[in-house]
């Protein structure tokens, strides 16, 4: 009976000695895919929540491009009505640069005219300040001929001489110039210019006077009982004295 019993027991005991190592090798069979299927799922989560925050920033990203977009548009509309405001402009200038030219086509001979005319009715005008009148007309030619001057300025130098020139008929004034006062002989006076009108002279020591004759071309002497409206007149040019009425021997008027 013993036998039987110990022959049981030897029997058994492998089999009771076997339970633990299968129970733990069942564990790690149920361990590891929970363990993977944990794993797994962090991942996911990760990866989920990584898309999430890519999703966010590519649709902020969406947002700005979108916004760009929207101001390059309102940006190419601006520049465009720019451009074209441009190209108008641009036709403008280049219709008044072909004007212009036009303009200055025409306006070269006519300031010639201007200068030969100006030139021709100083020569025939009543004679005061000569000299400056004839350096005046000299600058003018010179201007005309040098090339580097533009025909606009050109235009401007001789509308001033005709101003200046026009300017002598509304005003008089008293300066000193050398004169033949006859055989051949001059002598410096004080000159009294009564706009275009006339021509009156007084010798410096105020004895003898005179006028010019456009008729003749000369100057001629006045009687002495001339000296002292000549005088006064000198005055008022001069202005060391009020404007008044005074009577000067005008002479024959003399038509060119």
């Known amino acids: 009976m013993r036998c039987i019993i110990m022959v049981l027991f030897l029997a058994v005991l492998p089999l009771a000695l076997c339970v633990p190592f299968c129970r733990a ?7 590891k895919p929970v363990a993977e299927s944990i794993r797994i799922r962090q991942d ?10 890519d999703r966010v920033e590519l649709l902020a990203s ?10 390059l548009e309102e940006q190419r509309v601006s520049l465009g009505e720019r451009v074209k405001n441009t190209k108008e402009r641009l036709a403008v200038k280049q219709k008044q ?10 306006i070269g001979p006519m300031i010639t005219i201007l200068i030969e005319e100006l030139v021709e009715f100083v020569a025939g005008d009543l004679q005061f300040l000569a000299e400056e009148r004839r350096n005046r007309l000299q600058r003018l030619v010179e201007l005309r001929d040098d090339p580097e001057v533009a025909v606009s300025e ?17 005003t008089i004034e008293v300066y000193q110039e050398t004169i033949d006062e006859g055989g051949g002989r001059d002598i410096l006076v004080d000159i009294f210019r009564l706009g275009r009108v006339g021509l009156f002279f007084q010798t410096l020591d105020r004895k003898s006077c005179g006028f010019y004759n456009m008729a003749d071309a000369t100057w001629q002497s006045l009687p002495s ?19 008044e009425l005074v009577t ?9």
């Open 154 to 170: 050109k235009f401007r130098k001789v509308l001033e001489a005709l101003l200046v020139e026009a300017e002598y008929g509304n």
């Open 225 to 243: 009982s001339s000296n002292r409206t000549i005088e006064i007149a000198m005055e008022i040019g001069a202005r060391r004295r009020p404007a």
């Open 44 to 53: 996911t989560q990760s990866r989920e929540q990584q898309w999430r925050d």
């Open 97 to 106: 640069l072909d004007d212009v030219e036009a303009i200055r086509t025409e």
């Open 248 to 256: 000067l021997p005008l002479g024959r008027i003399h038509l060119q």
């Open 62 to 71: 969406y947002d700005r491009l979108e916004e760009m977009k929207k101001q």
């Open 25 to 31: 090798a069942e564990t790690d069979l149920i361990k």
